[in-house]
């Protein structure tokens, strides 16, 4: 089994910047593919973007160029840096992992972390 958990949500205005971590415990070796998504209020979940193992990236066409992901060496902790901040990226963050290789992981989910950006 793998634990995710996030953080570095928060309230921020439009133009700002988030840094969010994602945290991964327990059967790491596991995991070949971390990831993001998003859900904001009374809408569907999607995907943001995801890392490979390798350090390969896939991003969402609606945060390239303001988003970045990165994990550590041990791959036991993730990054998602969000520049230029829109209030449409107001969301719950939430953190996947994926022991299959998907682009879109989707094994092990993280509770989500906060994010608010005002205009």
């Known amino acids: 089994q793998v634990q995710l958990g996030e953080s570095g949500g928060g309230l921020v205005q439009a133009g700002g910047s988030l840094r969010l971590s994602c945290a991964a415990s327990?059967?790491?070796?596991?995991?070949?593919?971390m990831g993001w998504y998003r859900q904001a209020l009374g809408k569907q979940r999607e995907y943001v973007a995801s890392?490979?193992?390798?350090?390969?990236?896939k991003y969402a066409d609606f945060v390239k160029g303001r988003f970045t992901i990165s994990r550590d060496g041990p791959q036991n902790t993730m990054w998602l840096q969000m520049n230029s901040l829109k209030p449409d990226d107001t969301a719950v963050y939430y953190c996947?992992?994926?022991?299959?290789?998907?682009?879109?992981?989707?094994?092990?989910w993280g509770q989500g972390t906060a994010v608010t950006v005002s205009s």
């Open positions: 327990g059967s790491i070796f596991s995991i070949n593919v």
């Open positions: 996947a992992a994926d022991r299959n290789g998907r682009w879109l992981p989707g094994d092990y």
């Open positions: 890392i490979t193992n390798g350090g390969f990236t």
